[in-house]
């Protein structure tokens, strides 16, 4: 590959890396950019809604000139189909890609990049799926409505069981069973298989993360699921799929619930042990355990000089891998008098694994789930200050952006931005949790 063409790669990637959109992710080894991994959450009001598709993308030596190739990885095994256009052996079919034919000006241009490639595949991810196969563009008939239903009720099913539980499970050793004698193509390990010996499994720690900033999200989508449809009731098989591209199965949505709260529990209990594996660190004298003390030192030190905020900061128990953060709420804005106690979790695996954060005082927040998961994104993931920064900034912001992917308490978003009425609803429910903190602290 050229040097050129490896540059423009290298810039790509970068670029992904750097950006604010929390619905694309990319990933390489260092030896090979020419082999990139891709992660795309599903959007928000769609079937696929925050679930986490995988894809393989190969460069070859005449990109840009030429389209990579992409291959869909999270298939259920080569057994589900999740798109017309994305078939359960990976192919993805995009005129973009040159997989399908397409209008004029849609085709592969040096102008395009991964960027555009992935939001390509994004946008197939669309409320109603079922139009994106040809000839069913205007399909508007009774049959034709029910099909499309049909069709978005097991995508929604299958995105929560494939995508998000057992990727989840499998991270985090969950066995589950599966029918002795059973073999099937998997797109995933045959990729990995190809590319090198050891698995790579770059989205792992975002994943994880992910899954508590929507658990509330998918819960609800369960619960409401479950008033429609039966468990062991079959999935409608749709008329453009064949043998070796359909998505076929049963509802169990009472499974998945159980699945969800064990996977939540798992999750707790791993960051809960960060403790205890820090300490050892510490006993070893290992640089992280160093590092993460100084790092700590340098944070209490630059907020003792910064009048704009105020807070407490403390080790818990000593250990350099338990913070303890206590947020003042500004004088003058909707936190005013609050007092906000929450716990930073930190790896001693960090920055490869990001800490969590949980904060013990309630509030009625959009960013802060019921549970007490704060959603937050750090600008510079390896400076644990960067972190302190994006934690204080996703509590305090008064005027965000209207994001979906950050909003982890349903009810309280739902009223921030609703109508003048709802907005008011949400200053006196956050406004009393403001109140009651102070007696919790």
């Not at 849609?106 to 595949?121: M, P, T, V």
Request: hydrophobic share 35%; proline share 5%.
């Amino acid at each position: 590959m050229s040097n050129q063409s490896i540059l423009r790669i290298t810039r790509e990637l970068s670029e992904l890396q750097r950006g604010s959109d929390l619905s694309l992710a990319v990933a390489c080894r260092d030896i090979d950019v020419r082999h990139v991994r891709a992660l795309i959450i599903g959007p928000p009001d769609t079937p696929y809604e925050f679930g986490f598709f995988e894809f393989a993308v190969k460069f070859t030596r005449e990109y840009p000139t030429k389209a990579p190739a992409v291959t869909a990885i999270t298939t259920n095994g080569g057994r589900t189909r999740f798109n017309p256009n994305i078939y359960a052996g990976g192919r993805v079919c995009l005129s973009i890609l040159g997989t399908w034919r397409g209008e004029r000006g849609e085709e592969w241009s040096s102008a395009q990049g991964l960027e555009s490639i992935l939001i390509s595949i994004q946008s197939l991810m669309s409320s109603n799926p079922y139009e994106n196969e040809p000839g069913f563009e205007e399909a508007k008939s009774d049959h034709d409505k029910k099909n499309q239903e049909a069709y978005v009720a097991k995508i929604r099913h299958e995105t929560l069981r494939v995508s998000v539980i057992e990727r989840i499970e499998d991270y985090l050793g969950i066995e589950r069973g599966r029918a002795p004698g059973v073999t099937v193509y998997n797109a995933e390990e045959d990729y990995q298989s190809s590319a090198a010996d050891a698995p790579f499994e770059p989205f792992k720690d975002l994943c994880k993360r992910r899954f508590l900033w929507y658990y509330e999200s998918y819960m609800r989508s369960i619960d409401d699921e479950m008033q429609k449809h039966k468990d062991n009731d079959r999935f409608e098989k749709m008329p453009f799929e064949g043998p070796g591209n359909t998505m076929e199965g049963a509802f169990q949505y009472s499974s998945l619930k159980q699945r969800m709260q064990a996977i939540l529990e798992k999750l707790t209990q791993e960051s809960d042990d960060w403790a205890g594996e820090g300490l050892v660190a510490c006993d070893k004298e290992l640089s992280i355990a160093s590092n993460l003390q100084r790092q700590f030192e340098q944070i209490v030190e630059k907020y003792k000089k910064n009048d704009a905020v105020t807070l407490d900061l403390d080790l818990v128990d000593k250990n350099p891998f338990v913070w303890q953060l206590v947020l003042f709420g500004r004088p003058m804005t909707n936190l005013d008098g609050g007092m906000f106690r929450m716990t930073i979790r930190v790896s001693p695996k960090f920055p490869d694994v990001l800490p969590r954060v949980k904060l013990e005082t309630p509030i009625f927040h959009h960013r802060v789930s019921p549970s007490g998961v704060l959603c937050y994104d750090a600008t510079r993931k390896d400076d644990l200050r960067s972190h302190i920064e994006a934690i204080i900034e996703a509590i305090e912001e008064e005027s965000p952006a209207y994001d979906p992917r950050t909003l982890v308490n349903l009810e309280a978003a739902k009223l921030f931005w609703g109508g003048p009425e709802d907005k008011k609803i949400y200053n006196r429910k956050l406004r009393r949790s403001v109140q009651d903190s102070a007696e919790l602290v």
